[in-house]
């Protein structure tokens, strides 16, 4: 069946514009999960959703970052005022059930900040 | 919070021989431990996982080793193929909550 799926694949910003990166999870994933990958690094947690609720956005760097689940599926990451520093590959992962399952992760959308 | 190293950063190993990648977390209460395997331009794949009431998992040509008591987890890989070159993730996870993954170790099969 078809895999978590992401658009953009790229996005170039100049410094200061909103960008929306989607996300669209494998069917009937109950979890889905938010994470930046810089250049060389591992990727870092941003923020989780069960369904439709937020239930953890503790690694979401500053109050720019926003991201939604409305209706429990797809899923919309928001960044308003971009920075240089927001440069870098955001994946997108969704599971069957919460945490400690088995995450499968989209091919990522990556961002450059000008 | 959880802090998860890896070690090494970077590997190089001739085509058939055996790779080995370890991997130590802070948080005892971790209790789930994947790996996953990443290629230039793509997202990460899940390879191999094993649970902490396991202490040791084999698919094919991939083994997983967990020590609870140390707190390290190995990954291995035999009989190398010029495929298997790619960046390679480990990760560690307690039940309901997100993964933290260790900075990744890049390896290169020589033919």
């Known amino acids: 069946g078809a895999g978590v799926s992401q658009s953009p694949r790229y996005k170039v910003a100049k410094r200061g514009q909103d960008v929306a990166l989607r996300c669209d999870p494998i069917?009937?994933?109950?979890?889905l999960f938010w994470y930046q990958q810089a250049l060389g690094q591992g990727p870092e947690f941003l923020t989780y959703?069960?369904?439709?609720?937020?239930?953890?956005k503790s690694g979401l760097p500053s109050d720019r970052f926003f991201a939604e689940r409305p209706e429990g599926s797809v899923s919309t990451l928001k960044i308003q005022r971009t920075q240089q520093e927001d440069s870098a590959v955001y994946l997108c992962?969704?599971?069957?059930?919460?945490?400690?399952?088995?995450?499968?992760f989209g091919p990522g959308t990556r961002l450059l900040v000008l | 919070g959880e802090n998860v190293e890896q070690h090494p950063s970077t590997l190089s190993v001739q085509e058939g021989d055996s790779a080995v990648i370890k991997c130590t977390y802070s948080?005892?209460?971790?209790?789930?431990f994947p790996w996953y395997k990443q290629e230039l331009g793509k997202g990460p794949q899940l390879i191999i996982d094993?649970?902490?009431?396991?202490g040791e998992k084999k698919d094919q040509r991939i083994a997983v080793t967990l020590n609870k008591t140390a707190k390290h987890f190995s990954l291995h890989i035999t009989e190398t193929q010029p495929e298997d070159s790619a960046v390679y993730f480990c990760?560690?996870?307690?039940?309901?909550?997100?993964?933290?993954f260790g900075p990744g170790t890049r390896l290169s099969v020589l033919p």
């Open positions: 959703f069960q369904n439709e609720a937020q239930l953890d």
């Open positions: 948080d005892s209460a971790s209790n789930y």
């Open positions: 990760a560690a996870s307690n039940y309901g909550q997100n993964f933290v």
């Open positions: 094993i649970r902490s009431n396991v």
């Open positions: 992962a969704s599971s069957l059930a919460g945490g400690g399952e088995t995450q499968y």
């Open positions: 069917s009937g994933h109950v979890s």
